[in-house]
């Protein structure tokens, strides 16, 4: 079946730091490729999308590209604040339908000063 | 504009209880899907509502259920409790179901603690 595989946490970077969270993805047909970052006691919020190969996402920074070739949708920011500290997760649509969503593990990140 | 909004925040049961969680999805969304977090599990599908019926449905047991109102409000019901059910339950909603309007908004949860 569909899943996704994310880099274990978590990732602590100092504040000005390059981010890379890998995330790849096995999928049989075209899903949709998502980002969510969770912040603490709170619910999932949409980072970035991209709905076809080599599309990029890109929101607030962060940026992800859809690679047919490699399933992979890793998250890329070149320069991290202590704001970004949080739990990001990479998901992916399953061909079930737009709502049901696959996610990866999540990563945390903690960001210092 | 509202969010969606999820109640309880927090709620404590002991086994064999069952539980009722409610969500109200943003104004004229009328899709609604919930999702279990679990530190061990992560974050799994339970199922989806569009206009009040059952479009998917996760892995879960049949304790698990829900419904959707003409209001487009959800509730979501677990019977005969189990101590792994305890869990962060997330509500979140779209307006349609098309590919096209993909962007789910997400309620900051239930945390449910099963004792």
């Known amino acids: 079946g569909n899943s996704v595989t994310q880099m274990e946490g978590p990732v602590t970077l100092s504040e000005e730091a390059f981010l890379t969270i890998n995330c790849t993805y096995t999928?049989?047909?075209?899903?949709?490729l998502f980002w969510y970052v969770q912040y603490p006691g709170e619910g999932l919020q949409l980072l970035l999308k991209?709905?076809?190969?080599?599309d990029k996402g890109s929101n607030k920074g962060f940026e992800a590209t859809y690679r047919k070739e490699t399933t992979s949708f890793h998250l890329e920011k070149g320069s991290v604040q202590v704001s970004d500290s949080a739990v990001y997760f990479c998901?992916?649509?399953?061909?079930?339908?737009?709502?049901?969503?696959?996610f990866g593990a999540g990563t945390r990140l903690a960001v210092h000063p | 504009k509202a969010g969606v909004t999820q109640t309880p925040r927090y709620l404590i049961k002991t086994r064999g209880q069952q539980v009722t969680l409610s969500c109200s999805p943003i104004?004229?969304?009328?899709?609604v899907s919930w999702y279990q977090q679990t530190p061990g599990q992560g974050l799994q599908f339970l199922f989806e509502?569009?206009?009040?019926?059952?479009?998917n449905k996760g892995n879960f047991p049949g304790r698990f259920s829900g419904r959707q109102f003409s209001n487009s409000r959800s509730e979501m019901n677990v019977s005969t409790l189990e101590l792994g059910d305890s869990a962060l339950y997330l509500c979140?909603?779209?307006?349609?179901?098309?590919?096209?309007?993909?962007?789910?908004?997400f309620g900051s949860g239930t945390q449910l603690s099963v004792l």
């Open positions: 104004s004229g969304h009328r899709s």
């Open positions: 979140a909603s779209r307006r349609g179901r098309d590919r096209t309007n993909e962007k789910l908004f």
């Open positions: 991209a709905t076809k190969a080599d």
């Open positions: 509502y569009f206009s009040e019926t059952q479009r």
């Open positions: 999928a049989t047909g075209y899903p949709s």
């Open positions: 998901a992916l649509s399953d061909t079930g339908g737009y709502n049901k969503l696959i």
